[in-house]
DNA sequence: GATACATTTGACAACTCAGTCCAAAACAAT
DNA sequence: ATTGTTTTGGACTGAGTTGTCAAATGTATC
């Protein structure tokens, strides 16, 4: 069990260097509430936050949006029983198919 | 490029075994317009209908939760530069998690 | 305690969305 | 063409969601 939810790898990583909700909202131009809720896991992540999150947390875009996907499957797909076989052929359809 | 769509695939599989969207919908509880949209992609299918999808299309569950999950995946992290990556990623993850 | 700053909470508006209803359209047959 | 059957289109609704605002709570420090 356990697996780290988007939030809490943002939040951590926000205390970490020391911004306020208030630097990282304005950042993101979201209210500091609705950021407080994401990272509570209250409120889901937009998609359109983690670019500019990977840039103000300095953080690799590609870790940002892997853990983006790894909590949203989770939390869209907790119940399907064959989840990983499923993923396993998505991930090569979505491999073969680029470009 | 091209992916099977869930809805081309549920299609072709009602019309192989010669269907009526009536039947099929009356299997699933829903409206028969309602799963008309499912197959042509204008509504999203819920979770809640591959389990009976699988029974009265005669097909295997898991293969009709793969396809399901691979067109969602699709839809939903499309534009996300990594997403191959952070499937492999959240594989990884779940697998782990399993029990 | 009072001031200042950071975070959380709850009520709320605005919007989106899944599904229904039913009428219209398309498709078969004869 | 008319009848019967299947499929689609569109308006609507009830539910759920996202984000904001303002008030409340927390946390220092003076």
């Given amino acids: 069990m356990s697996n ?6 943002i939040r951590k990583r926000r ?4 911004l306020t909700l208030n630097k990282v909202a304005a950042y ?10 994401v990272e509570r896991g ?4 937009s998609p359109d ?3 500019p999150l990977s840039e103000i ?4 875009l590609k870790e940002v949006q892997t853990t983006y996907i790894t909590d ?5 797909f907790g119940g399907l029983e064959h989840l990983s076989e499923g993923l396993k052929e998505a991930e090569k359809q ?3 198919k680029k470009k």
């Fill in 57 to 60: 947390l300095e953080l690799d």
């Fill in 15 to 18: 205390e970490e260097i020391e």
């Fill in 94 to 96: 979505i491999k073969s």
């Fill in 49 to 51: 936050y983690l670019k």
């Fill in 72 to 76: 949203k499957i989770n939390k869209d």
């Fill in 4 to 9: 780290i939810t988007f939030g809490v790898y």
């Fill in 28 to 37: 993101l131009d979201i209210d500091t509430s609705t950021l407080s809720k």
């Fill in 42 to 45: 209250e409120r889901p992540a």
